[in-house]
């Protein structure tokens, strides 16, 4: 996001580097400055965003994330509606933004994904596929996904080895033949806390390291990682490393 305009090194000079796997060989620059980054909404988000897209276009921008995990929120939603009625309601989507020669680029999907009730497991596991199959509609490639939280396991275990488990449980064997289905990649997002019953920690994603150890963990083909820089620039207050050597960790994946 905000980091990027931030890099003094060549851009395409550091992408070489990571997929030749040499990375560690050259020295990344970034300016000693601040930034901000401003996000326009129009009237009626999330819930009625159709007239946002135009705004988007006028200001001179080509690609766009469109938020779908409010769908499932809403049950008054296409997603609790007919086949018919979700089909429908996405094609008029992706027609407005062809239109306006808009590229749907991902979607960002469920803000909670691993649970140990088993109810909510169930119906987040029902709105996952309907978030992919809403994602491969609209022409997008990547679905954007939150990892594990430790608050939903607190009260289990929030020890390493179970946090990947679980994440590996439902990105791996759940959603992976999902993705397959719909040709669309999930994508890993790192965290910043979570707010336990003695405050709030670092989540465990929110530390990269974590990140690259739950990505590593789970076989599939139809996986990416998506950095948030914002919740790594939280994360960092909780121990976490700072947001360029997230960015760095995170490269090497």
Known sequence: QVVLPLLESD???????????????????????????????????????EKGFEMVKKSGFDTIDINVNKYWKNEDSVFYKSEDEMLTHFADVKKICDNLELEIFQTHGLLTSCVSDEKLSEHIKWGAELMLKATSLLG????????????????ISTSDERMLLENKKFFQDF????????????????????????????DFVGDARNLKKSFDSI???????????????????????????????????
């Open 11 to 49: 851009l395409l000079t550091v992408m070489q580097a990571v997929t030749e796997e040499r990375l560690s060989e050259i020295e990344v620059k970034f300016a000693d400055k601040n930034a901000c980054c401003v996000i326009m909404a129009s009237e009626g988000y999330p819930v009625s965003y």
């Open 140 to 155: 997008a490639r990547y679905c954007v996904f939150h990892n594990v939280k430790l608050r939903e396991w607190e009260d």
């Open 175 to 202: 959603l992976t033949p999902l993705c397959k289905q719909y040709n669309v990649f999930f994508s890993l997002e790192t965290h910043g806390k979570s707010t336990l019953k003695e405050g709030p920690v670092l």
């Open 219 to 253: 076989e599939s083909d139809y996986k990416s990682f998506c950095l948030d820089t914002g919740h790594s620039n939280e994360a960092h207050f909780y121990g976490a490393c700072n947001v360029v050597e997230a960015i760095k960790m995170v490269l090497e994946i």
